[in-house]
C-alpha cells in the first residue's frame, strides 16, 4: 500500500461516512456504493478500504486473498445484490486514461 504518496480523497471521506453514498454492500474490508453519476443504468462503484491508489498499486501490494475476495465480491455484488445478467467491469489507471479519484476503484457497468 502506498500510504506515502495516497491523498485524502472523497472515497476515504465516503468510508469515514463524512459524506453520503447510496450504499449497496459493505463489510469490513470493501464498500460498494452507486456513481453519482451513472454512465449506464446501472453503475456502481466497488472500493476496498484500505488506501490503495489504482489497480496497479492494488495489485502489487494487496495479499492473494484480499485480492481474491475483492473480484469474488465484485462477482457477488453484480449477481446477488443487483441482479445483473450483463455487466461490463472497468478500471481506469492513471489521469490520461481518466482516473480522477486516487483511491482503486471498479466501476461495475450493469445493462
Ligand atoms: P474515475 O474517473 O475512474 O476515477 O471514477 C471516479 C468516479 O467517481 C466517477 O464515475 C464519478 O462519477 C464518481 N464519483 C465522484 N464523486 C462521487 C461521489 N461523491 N459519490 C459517488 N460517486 C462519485
Given at each position: 500500500?502506498?500510504?506515502?504518496?495516497?491523498?485524502?480523497?472523497?472515497?476515504?471521506?465516503?468510508?469515514?461516512?463524512?459524506?453520503?453514498?447510496?450504499?449497496?454492500?459493505?463489510?469490513?474490508?470493501?464498500?460498494?456504493?452507486?456513481?453519482?453519476?451513472p454512465?449506464?443504468?446501472?453503475?456502481?462503484?466497488?472500493?476496498?478500504?484500505?488506501?490503495y491508489?489504482?489497480?496497479?498499486?492494488?495489485?502489487?501490494?494487496?495479499?492473494?486473498?484480499?485480492?481474491?475476495n475483492?473480484?469474488?465480491?465484485?462477482?457477488?455484488?453484480?449477481?446477488?445484490?443487483?441482479?445483473?445478467?450483463?455487466?461490463?467491469?472497468?478500471?481506469?489507471?492513471?489521469?490520461?486514461?481518466?482516473?480522477?479519484?486516487?483511491?482503486?476503484?471498479?466501476?461495475?457497468?450493469?445493462?
Amino acid at each position: 500500500m502506498s500510504e506515502n504518496i495516497y491523498k485524502e480523497n472523497i472515497f476515504s471521506k465516503i468510508i469515514k461516512g463524512e459524506i453520503p453514498a447510496k450504499k449497496v454492500f459493505e463489510d469490513d474490508d470493501v464498500l460498494c456504493f452507486h456513481d453519482i453519476n451513472p454512465k449506464a443504468k446501472t453503475h456502481v462503484l466497488l472500493i476496498p478500504k484500505k488506501n490503495y491508489i489504482d489497480f496497479e498499486d492494488f495489485s502489487n501490494n494487496s495479499t492473494p486473498l484480499e485480492l481474491a475476495n475483492f473480484f469474488k465480491k465484485a462477482a457477488y455484488i453484480a449477481n446477488e445484490k443487483l441482479n445483473l445478467k450483463s455487466y461490463k467491469i472497468l478500471s481506469n489507471k492513471g489521469a490520461k486514461a481518466g482516473q480522477e479519484v486516487l483511491h482503486f476503484h471498479l466501476h461495475i457497468l450493469g445493462y
